[in-house]
């Protein structure tokens, strides 16, 4: 599997923007699929999430902000991304990993899978 992420940008705060994940060679019966960001001097995080059966997960932090979503051919997934806040302020990462390193929706090692370039997300306050 192949990853290519984007769509990043600045925003203030209170804005939203779209981050898209597209996969090659890739079947969503087979990989798990997650989105990561890590700040400057911060340690990398879980963002959200979506396994081989369809399930989302997120984390508390952007529950109710944030939405993982798919195109119709299942090889394109987007964050969606609402409300955002300074904090949420990182360079996001999209990562697809094949199934039994998963766990709960989210790769055992998130550098063990196939990740895209980053896209950074800057919010104003």
């Known amino acids: 599997v192949q990853v290519a992420d984007s769509g990043g940008g600045s925003v203030q705060a209170g804005g939203s923007l779209r981050l898209s994940c597209v996969l090659s060679r890739y079947t969503p019966d087979h990989f798990c699929v997650s989105w990561f960001r890590q700040a400057p001097g911060k340690e990398r995080e879980k963002v959200a999430s979506?396994?081989?059966?369809?399930?989302?997960t997120y984390v508390d932090s952007v529950k109710g902000r944030f939405a993982i979503a798919k195109d119709v051919t299942e090889t394109t997934l987007y964050l969606e991304m609402n409300d955002l806040k300074p904090e949420d302020t990182a360079m996001y990462y999209c990562?697809?990993?094949?199934?039994?390193?998963?766990?709960?929706?989210?790769?055992?090692?998130?550098?063990?899978?196939?990740r895209g370039q980053g896209t950074q997300v800057t919010v104003s306050s």
């Open positions: 990562v697809a990993t094949y199934q039994p390193y998963c766990r709960g929706g989210y790769p055992l090692d998130p550098d063990f899978g196939a």
């Open positions: 979506i396994n081989t059966d369809g399930l989302t």
